[in-house]
Each structure stands twice: as C-alpha cells, then as structure tokens.
C-alpha cells in the first residue's frame, strides 16, 4: 500500500488513535497504524541503529560512523522514528543502573521525536548470560547440551531474561541452534552439540525460559551456518536437501513449536549458491507459509549488504535491500545501511514494491505492540531502576549448578575423585585464566576485553583459586602459553609434575573473535590439535611417569592422539562460566559427582576431515580406507564416580510373540528399562534412547537420538525408566522429497552413548507408507519412576 500522508514534524493526538487501543488485538493494532505513515516512517521501523550507553546516564551514543560512512546525526536517525536500537549495554563497559537510565533517557527522545510516538525495541546479546558488564556469565551451549538438563538451561533462560527486562532490554540474540558438523568452525563452542533432537530439545527450554520472562528469543542461524565447507566461517555450504530437512532444520522448528519464539535471525550461509538472505523458499515458503512462524526475521549483522559486497548477488545497496524484503527479511541489523537512503530511492523510483515494506512493518509493529511498547501506560524507565543488579546470588547458584552438571569425566582409572593428602601439582596454561572459563559471547571476552581499565566486573575464580582452597600445598607451573611457541616454562612444569604424586594438567582455548582467540567467531582451527605447543606439555608430563588427570577447558572437541591412553583420568569441560573453577575443582576432588555426558564426539585424530556420529553405514570404518574416523569418546559418552547397572528392558504390556512387537506408523509404542545404583555414593546417570532403522529407501544415521533421561538415584536405589516415542520421531526424507514414517524393522536401543548400547528392543513398524508434516509429533516423553526397596518390595 502506497502512502499517502505526508510526512508532518507536528503532534498527532494519540489517546484515541486505534493503534493504541490495547481492547483491539496486535494485529488490529498494526493494521489501523500502517496506512496512516509516511514512507520515510515505515522503513524507519524496519532498521537499527548500533548505540552504546552513555556513561553520564543523559542517553546513547550512535555508533553509526563506526558502521559506514557518511553516518547522520542523532537528531536525524530519529527524525522519523526507529525500529531498533542495537547493543546499549553490549557495546562498552558502563553501570547497569547508569545504562538503564541512559537508555531511557533516549528511549523518550525517539518516543517524542516521532509523529506516533513509537519506542524503539532494544535487543543484545545473551548466549551465555546478559553481555553486560557486571552480569552473571553461564556456561556456553556446548556445556547446556553436556548437562543433558533442558529443565536447567530453561531456568538458566529465565534468569537471563528477568535481567534484560529489567535493564530495559527486549529482544535477546539467542539461542544458537545450529546442529554443529565439523568441529573446526570457529562456533562450534556456541552450538548446543552435534545432534538435532538434543540441540532441539535444549534450545526450546532457552526459549520458554527468555519467553516467559518477556523478552523476546531470536533463533539463530537460520540455516546451514553450522555446515560451511572446510570449517571456515562464513562460507558457502555444500548441503542436500536431506541433511538440510533431517539435521539442521528440526531444531528450529522445535524451538518454535515447543518454544514459543518470536523472531528468527537468518544465517550467513549461501547453500548451493544462493544466500539464505535472498532465499524466499526457506524465509517465507517454508519458515512462514509451511511452518506458520507470524514473528519477526531479522538480518544477521550486516548480512543485508553482503549480497552486495560478498555474495555477488546484488547490485548495489537497494539492490540488497530488495532482494532481502523479497525474500522475507523484516529488520535490518545492526544499523542503518541498505534499509535507509537507498530503499527509500528505489521505492520512489518503483524499483521496490512498497507492500513489501508495509508486510515487513506489520510484522515489527505487531510484535512491539505485544511488548507493551504501544501502550499508553508505557514507560521507558524500568521500574525499581536503582536496585537494578545483574549479578546476584540466586543467579551465580544457577551458573555453578550448570557449570557442575556440565562437566563430563570421560575416562578414569581410579585418579579421580583426588584423595585427600596427595601431593598435587596444577599444570597448565589454562589453569589460572579466569578467561578460560568463558566463551566468546560472554561480556569479558567479547566486549571487556577491548576496555581492560574496568576490569572484568565480575569475580571469576579460576581452577587455581579454587583447586588452591580443597587441595593444600597445592605447586602450580604454566608450562606454556595457550598459542604461542614457547617452550621454555615446559621444564619446570615437568619437575613439578615429577615431585607430585598426581598431576592435574589443565589445557585449552582461549575465546575470542576473528582470529584473537583459538575459539570463537572467525577463530576457526586447519585441523584439531591443542593450540600453540600445549600438545608437546601433554606428552612432556605424561613422560613423567606421575598419574596425570588431563583436563581439557575448550571450545571445541580436541583430538588428544594416544596421549589420551596414558592419562590416568580425562575430563572435559566447555567453557564452564564465571563459576565454572568452582564446579571443576569440585569434581576433581569428589564434592560433586559429575554426570555431564559429551554433547559431541571427541575426534581420535587430528587430521581428516571431522565427522560426527551422524553418518550412515558408509561413514564408519571399513576396509577399504587407511583412515579409520571411529572417535576415542562417542556422543553421549561420560563416566560417573559410582556405578549403575541397566536390567529387564521390555515393550510394557507386550508378551511372547511370534516376531517383533507392532508399531503403528500412526502411534507411538513405550520401551522401558530398569537402571539401579550399584556404587556407594549418590549419582546421576543419563539414560540415552537411539533409533536404528537397519533399512530404508534412503541411507540413515546407524543410531540418532531420539530420547534422553537424567535419573539422580542414591546407593542402592532404582528407577524404571520410560520412554513413550511417537512414529513420528522415525520419519525422514524420503527418495521423493517427502517427510514420510516408513513401516519396517527398526530398534529402539537404550545407550551409555551412541557408541554403547545396554540393550536392544526390535520392534515393526505397521501400515502404509505416511507422510508427516509440521503438525508431526517432535517429543518423546519420559517417565522416571523410583522403584520400590525393602522386605515389601515385589
């Protein structure tokens, strides 16, 4: 719809406008406020404008010149309105309190710069916690997938998203669901792991937990990003439509379905030559028309002009801009560029259809209108602003909590837990870093670091603080640094370790951005080896001959070669958070029992090109290759300090019979098994469920995930675990391109991981042949039942 008002500087009255009559629906709203604004007012809404908070607490500063050229002024940017405002608190360390009044204080002069009175929404980043200074830093995705605890993570989501509320923020840049498929992609550490339905799983419980704390979930990248030829950020991807439609996509649309999430950031992927920024087969036809997603998409961070500058797809700048309208892209990040000046041109000029505009900014009024920004009651200070704190206690308890169920104990020959009166020695470069306990997208690294006069804002222990308070006498040597080559400090480092009677040997990464770090965005590896010359302090302390407890603190899986053979324990922790020291040094010493389980494969070797446990019988070893791609730990895998056993797996309810019992393609069957603490101290095992479907008109996975159970139990205790699976969960896409549930044989196989099957239950699935769609069931429900003990036991 062409406008037709002019654009006018003076007052409208609103009190009786529709648009903000809160007994009309969102919808209702937007529609009534659309055709009364100028074009210059609607692409207005369709853009950012990059700010940060001014430490004098009067507003935020643009940071458009840092962008690109030519940027305007303040007064300018708002004349007409805005649609977002990107990063207030993200962008340098200021006070939370200060921030949030510097916010408002800009809030109101958008509010009052426009004919309509319309606030900008406020989105920022929020993977591992609130990228704020001062605010609490959780463990990165890849230690929420080892928890296998998505109630957790949810409660984790919930912290975030009361922070950021309150802060005056309301959109959040997470989670990351991208199903990672080589291990040397730079943001492996941001993904929750290498499988779809525990990626899914995980990333709808950080939904529901941002969600109903009001602010709105961004999922990203939406798609392919995780797949990038070579590992490399931001490159194309050679992708079929299979793997596409059966391990990227489903965790999206979980995240939606189950989730709740109102608005989606597109990848920076072109997959088989069309970047997804200017593909409206998967932005509108399958994300909106098929999947029903009404939300907001927005652009990754300049990912609009990159069908320009990168892609070779467009033209120029309105080019651009077209061409991700087009395709269903509403809002352009992180400011104005290709969205401004030049798509205002083309509209004049008739080169953009301007219904284009007016689909996006229904979209973007319909969603601020549910934040409450259209409201006549809304205020841009948030309440009770003084006691704001972003740091607390019940928060750093969710942290810990996290980081300890993240800690994954893969492999051990009776070092761990650390008897009391050795003599131990503390290893390592990563062993008094406190940055090594972060990810990328936590505050310090991201952001902190370019501004080291305020310090982090947070107190973070590293191994060594905290080591230092359960262990006493404990003698620490660096050895060598995380990346450069120095291999001078490794001789003490080995005396050290000579002289103790065990050696906890802490090696690792270092997150960062594009190329600052050895994890992190645009930190990407040519093969997996430890960083820098850390691979030769392994072998040098090995060499010792004293018991070695390996510890790994990385963003990625490494592959250790047969030094991990000689260590007599190895533990792997993903970027534990700013209490992540006290949940390791914990585990070491046997104050807490770990249970994580590895959320991906730890790869044998470093060269080859990585493969996750996702692959058909051909992936495997075979005979006719030198390179055997077996992992020294499957997905799944981690080891407990007690021991448990798995008995008496059974179909309930089904007795003897001739073949394997009935599986309606249209229903769902229950498999149960029995598991008991057999150990003398409390744990927690996690019962895995897999799906092996031995044949089928396409090639699949040996087994995929279809079901997990975490089962706390105390000695000597025992639980029926029960997993009710629809057919559904069997589906895959099919020779023709169709989601189908295909009848024939398959097992359900419950697993220690996906490398060690307990036990094996067949089962027939039955009828015709059947599609599925998006109202296909995407859960599998699990019952945990404790069983009955004692002389009345039966």
């Known amino acids: 719809m062409r406008s037709q008002v002019p654009v006018d500087d003076g007052p409208t009255p609103q009190d009786t406008q529709p648009w903000r009559d809160p007994r009309r629906s969102p919808a209702q709203r937007a529609d009534a406020l659309v055709p009364v604004m100028s074009l210059e007012e609607k692409i207005a809404q369709l853009v950012g404008v990059w700010v940060g908070a001014e430490a004098s607490g009067e507003g935020v500063a643009p940071h458009q010149a840092d962008m690109i050229d030519g940027a305007p002024p303040w007064s300018d940017i708002i004349r007409y309105g805005l649609g977002q405002l990107t990063r207030p608190f993200g962008t340098a360390p200021v006070d939370p309190v200060v921030g949030a009044r510097s916010l408002a204080a800009s809030q109101a002069q958008i509010a009052a710069a426009s004919r309509f009175g319309i606030p900008a929404q406020v989105h920022e980043e929020c993977l591992t916690g609130f990228a704020a200074w001062r605010a609490t830093v959780y463990p990165t995705p890849l230690g929420w997938g080892a928890s296998f605890d998505p109630a957790l993570v949810e409660e984790m989501a919930g912290r975030i998203g009361r922070s950021m509320r309150a802060a005056g923020v309301h959109q959040g840049l997470a989670p990351v669901l991208d199903v990672t498929r080589d291990y040397r992609w730079g943001r492996t550490e941001e993904t929750i792991g290498e499988d779809p339905y525990l990626v899914g799983t995980t990333g709808a419980a950080y939904v529901r937990g941002l969600e109903r704390a009001g602010v709105v979930a961004t999922l990203k990248h939406f798609a392919g990003y995780s797949a990038s030829r070579g590992g490399r950020n931001l490159a194309p991807v050679s992708m079929g439509h299979r793997e596409l439609a059966d391990v990227i996509l489903p965790p999206f649309e979980m995240a939606l379905r189950l989730g709740g999430a109102r608005s989606v950031m597109h990848s920076y992927a072109e997959i088989d030559g069309l970047p997804v920024a200017a593909d409206e087969g998967l932005l509108t036809r399958l994300l909106r028309d098929e999947w029903g997603f009404t939300g907001t998409l927005v652009a990754d961070y300049f990912a609009v002009r990159f069908l320009e500058t990168l892609h070779g797809v467009a033209a120029d700048a309105a080019d651009a801009a077209r061409l991700a309208l087009r395709a269903g892209i509403d809002v352009e990040l992180p400011t104005v560029d290709a969205f401004g000046e030049p798509l205002v041109a083309a509209v004049r000029a008739g080169e953009v259809d301007e219904a284009l505009i007016d689909r996006a900014l229904r979209r973007v009024l319909i969603q601020k209108i549910e934040l409450g920004l259209l409201d006549a009651d809304w205020q841009e200070l948030p309440e009770d602003v003084e006691n704001l704190r972003l740091d607390d206690e019940t928060s750093r308890d969710v942290a810990v909590r996290l980081a300890r169920e993240s800690v994954v104990l893969l492999r051990n020959d009776g070092a761990l837990p650390l008897a009391p009166d050795l003599r131990v020695a503390l290893v390592g470069p990563v062993a008094d870093d406190p940055m090594a306990l972060l990810g990328c997208y936590s505050f310090p690294n991201h952001v902190g670091v370019r501004h080291p006069e305020h310090g982090l804002g947070l107190e973070i222990p590293s191994l ?69 010359v850390q691979a030769d302090l392994v072998r040098a302390v090995l060499d010792t001959g004293t018991p070695v407890v390996l510890v790994l603190m990385t963003g990625r899986p490494y592959a250790l070669g047969p030094d991990h053979d000689r260590a ?45 446990y996702l692959t058909p019988p051909l992936g495997r070893r075979s005979e006719v290759s030198s390179i055997d791609p077996t992992p020294a730990y499957p997905f799944g895998h981690g080891l407990s300090y007690t021991t448990f056993a798995w008995t008496d797996p ?38 895995q469920l897999y799906l092996h479907d031995p044949v089928a008109q396409t090639t699949r996975p040996v087994v995929r995930l279809v079901g997990f159970a975490r089962v706390p139990l105390d000695p000597g205790a025992a639980a029926h675990v029960s997993f009710t699976v629809p057919a559904d969960l069997t589906s895959f896409t099919g020779r023709d391109g169709r989601r189908i549930v295909e009848p024939g044989d398959v097992e359900l196989r419950f697993g220690r991981s996906s490398g060690d099957t307990a036990a094996a239950l067949p089962l027939r699935l039955t009828g015709d042949e059947r599609q599925v769609g998006v109202q296909r069931h995407l859960l599998t429900s699990v019952r945990v039942e404790p069983v009955a003990t004692g002389p009345h036991a039966g």
């Open 464 to 532: 060594r603080d905290e080591l230092t308070r359960l262990v006493p006498g404990l003698v620490h040597e660096p050895g060598c640094a995380i990346t450069d080559g120095d291999t001078s400090g490794i001789p003490a480092a080995v005396a050290a370790a000579a002289a103790a009677d065990v050696c906890v040997l802490a090696v690792g990464d270092r997150a960062g951005m594009f190329g600052r770090g050895t994890s992190g965005e645009g930190c990407d590896a040519d093969d997996l080896r430890l960083p820098g």
């Open 568 to 612: 007599a324990a190895v533990v792997q922790a993903f970027f534990l958070g700013q209490r992540g020291g006290q949940a390791l040094a914990e585990v070491l010493t046997g104050a807490v029992n770990p249970s994580g389980r590895l959320p991906v494969s730890v790869p044998r070797d470093a060269g080859g090109l990585p493969g996750t």
């Open 650 to 687: 059974v179909v309930p309810g089904v007795g003897p019979a001739d073949g394997p019992p009935a599986w309606p393609v249209d229903g769902e069957t229950t498999v149960r098994i029995t598991v008991r603490n057999t150990g003398h101290r409390a744990g927690t095992e996690v019962v």
